[in-house]
């Protein structure tokens, strides 16, 4: 999906399905080419947002002026431009000892 076409939509309700969201969208006069609502790959549960991808830059900034802060099933929809996913920082640091080991080797004069 291109970055200037693609839409974040945000505070979705879990339970909302991408067909309930893609017939939201009609209901606004909206065509998105594809929604795709992001699940947890291990509960298959909905993670609360979800992208949606228009075929020219024009609709997907009507789209935005459309649908954001408007209310679905209870919450308000935060839309914007998605933006690149940033990479990851590895979740092993901060001091903890992941290396192996356990024992310093270093025992000084302790008579070890």
């Known amino acids: 999906m291109e970055e200037q076409k ?5 505070n979705l ?3 909302i399905t991408e067909e309930e ?3 939201f ?8 080419k594809e929604v795709k609502i992001i699940t947890d790959k291990y509960s298959g549960r909905s993670k609360g947002f979800g992208f949606a991808e228009f075929d020219t830059e024009e609709q997907a900034q009507a789209a935005i002026e ?4 408007q209310e679905l099933n209870g919450r308000k929809l935060m839309v914007n431009k998605a933006r690149k ?3 990851r ?17 270093d025992y000084g004069d302790r008579g070890y």
């Open 89 to 105: 920082k590895d979740n092993f640091g901060g001091g903890r000892n992941f290396g192996g080991g356990g024992r310093r080797k």
């Open 66 to 69: 459309a649908l954001n802060e």
């Open 21 to 23: 969201l893609k017939k």
């Open 6 to 10: 693609k839409l974040y939509i945000g």
């Open 25 to 32: 969208f009609a209901e606004k006069g909206i065509t998105a």
């Open 85 to 87: 996913m940033e990479p």
């Open 13 to 15: 309700e879990f339970g």
